[in-house]
């Protein structure tokens, strides 16, 4: 392992919660503790992928399904769970693999992958299963994301550094609105394929594996037909 990169993983555990504000008071409904997702998969100089922000793992409690309840082992996995009725899979590392990396010609093996934020974020179905299981104190903050983005684009930099990707891909309208600090309509406008600068380093901005998914909006087709193409003919330009 390179030192920068444990270097920066041990920093960023440390003091990245505290960085951006994050409530010191939030930890899953079991006790866990809500760590900082660091980079595992840090392929140096190639390409890297930068999400929005990690998943958890999820159990039902006492008729409460999908309760969030621990992290995840790694920013886009594909760990295998118990979740204490059935076992699970974390899907998010499938997604990746299948609707956006197959498709734009990149291997995972060949990628630095991360989130901007870096912690689970609670939507408001979550707080009020734990309100509901008399846990009081943890509110939703998915709606916070903008300012905790703004607040982690430090750290994103810092892999950056280390990294030295030859073109860093961002997924979904967020991501990209944090990054380039336009409006969420210009933002979806960029999601095309094409290399955009930003600091003197080349990106490429893709719909959401998320939205990929659903079957009735135009992003799959348009993904399949326009946007994939364009941005595998450019990374291919560039690695």
Not at 34 to 47: F, G, H, Q, R, S
Not at 145 to 164: D, G, H, M, P, V
Not at 205 to 234: Q, S, V, Y
Request: proline share 5%; net charge positive.
């Amino acid at each position: 392992m390179n030192a920068k990169v444990t270097e920066y993983q041990k920093k960023c555990f440390k003091e990245y919660k505290t960085s951006i504000q994050y409530p010191s008071n939030y930890t899953y409904l079991t006790g866990a503790s809500i760590n900082p997702l660091v980079p595992i998969e840090t392929t140096l100089n190639k390409v890297m992928i930068v999400g929005a922000y990690p998943t958890a793992k999820f159990q039902t409690i006492h008729k409460h399904k999908d309760t969030p309840i621990a992290d995840i082992d790694a920013p886009f996995s594909n760990q295998i769970y118990f979740d204490g009725s059935r076992t699970r899979k974390i899907l998010s590392g499938d997604e990746l693999n299948e609707v956006i990396l197959k498709q734009i010609g990149v291997n995972r093996k060949d990628c630095w992958i991360t989130n901007l934020v870096k912690v689970f974020l609670f939507k408001e179905g979550h707080a009020a299963k734990y309100n509901n299981l008399d846990r009081k104190d943890i509110k939703e903050n998915r709606s916070q994301f903008k300012e905790y983005a703004y607040r982690s684009i430090y750290w994103l930099q810092n892999e950056i550094a280390i990294c030295q990707p030859k073109v860093i891909i961002l997924l979904g309208v967020d991501v990209t609105q944090a990054i380039f600090k336009g409006s969420k309509t210009k933002s979806t406008t960029r999601l095309t394929g094409e290399i955009f600068k930003n600091d003197n380093q080349n990106h490429i901005c893709l719909p959401h594996p998320g939205i990929l998914m659903r079957k009735h909006t135009k992003w799959p087709e348009r993904f399949r037909n326009d946007i994939a193409p364009l941005a595998k003919h450019n990374i291919s330009n560039m690695l």
